[in-house]
């Protein structure tokens, strides 16, 4: 079964940018939609971002103008650049799979914007 691992979270500055960066671990990757979903502190998890095979993307609207997400399927990774962030984007990120029968989750990575 494929696996996903997240990394590029941490710490940020209202107004400052990070890359997230989520690797599968095989090439069911490349037959999937791929997304991106955060989950704040006392609330749901929410789509932010998702991608399709041929690479249409739909982003939400938090974030809509301010993110942006794109996949290399050579790599089997996909990313999220996000831009402008704001303290109401603090939350830990998760990348998703769907394929199929599968709707796999990796570990996720918080994002914190403060200062």
């Known amino acids: 079964q494929v696996q996903l691992v997240e990394s590029g979270g941490g710490l940020v500055e209202p107004g400052g940018s990070l890359r997230l960066s989520c690797a599968a671990s095989?090439?069911?990757?490349?037959?999937?939609?791929m997304g991106w979903y955060r989950q704040a502190p006392g609330k749901e998890r929410e789509l932010v971002a998702s991608i399709t095979v041929s690479g249409w993307t739909n982003i939400g609207d938090s974030v809509k103008g301010r993110f942006t997400i794109s996949r290399d399927n050579a790599k089997n990774t996909l990313y999220l650049r996000m831009n402008s962030l704001k303290p109401e984007d603090t939350a830990v990120y998760y990348c998703?799979?769907?394929?199929?029968?599968?709707?796999?989750w990796g570990q996720g990575t918080l994002v914190t914007v403060s200062s």
């Open positions: 998703n799979l769907k394929q199929n029968v599968f709707n796999i």
């Open positions: 095989n090439n069911n990757f490349r037959a999937a939609v």
